[in-house]
């Protein structure tokens, strides 16, 4: 609220912080819609594509690499025994090789998709070359091109049907975003 009694400098501070109350909103505004149009880009190829799932995975990780500002982004999926990396964003065709060697694998410990579906939390590794790391992720890493990331468990229902990982070129937390 404005009074009469307020002087220039507390006019000129009110108007700073309306201005930024304003950037924020409009920024929040711009993150709803996209996601909203991520949510609505997926959900016509899935009416589209009924019986064919990959289109959904490449939409998926190009929605989640796009969300999250990354460079790279992998959709994994689960048995509850296996995962394997459907979909992928990014990656160089030197990395996307890599990866469809590595793939499908067990389901273990070992990779951040599988911590993430094991544990079903979000699984964050701010530098690969931390010494608790796993050394197949700290490899991945530094063939794929990535030196942090994170990783989230995908969720139908109850069950955890996968993960999807977007990561970065630097060490930026993702999460901040």
């Known amino acids: 609220m404005i009074s009469r009694r307020m002087t220039k400098a507390q006019l000129v501070a009110r108007v700073a912080q309306l201005e930024a109350e304003l950037e ?6 711009t993150e709803a819609l996209d996601q909203q149009t991520a949510t609505a880009e997926i ?9 064919d799932i990959q289109p959904v995975f490449d939409t998926i990780a190009r929605s989640a690499g796009r969300l999250c500002h990354a ?5 994994f999926v ?3 025994r296996m995962i394997d990396l459907p979909a992928n964003y990014g990656t160089s065709p030197e990395g996307l090789a890599a990866a469809r060697e590595w793939y499908p694998r067990p389901l273990d410990m070992e990779t951040t998709a599988g911590v993430a579906i094991l544990t079903r939390s979000v699984v964050h590794v701010p530098d690969i070359e931390e010494p608790s790391v796993s050394e197949w992720v700290r490899r ?3 063939l ?3 030196p942090s990331m994170i990783t989230v468990p995908m969720l139908r229902e109850s069950e955890v049907v996968g993960a999807i990982s977007p990561t970065r070129w630097g060490l930026i937390d993702i999460i901040a975003v």
């Open 24 to 29: 924020k909103t409009g920024a929040e505004r």
């Open 43 to 51: 959900l016509r190829v899935i009416a589209i594509s009924p019986t």
């Open 71 to 75: 460079a790279f982004a992998g959709v």
């Open 78 to 80: 689960t048995d509850g």
């Open 140 to 142: 991945a890493g530094r």
């Open 144 to 146: 794929i091109g990535f």
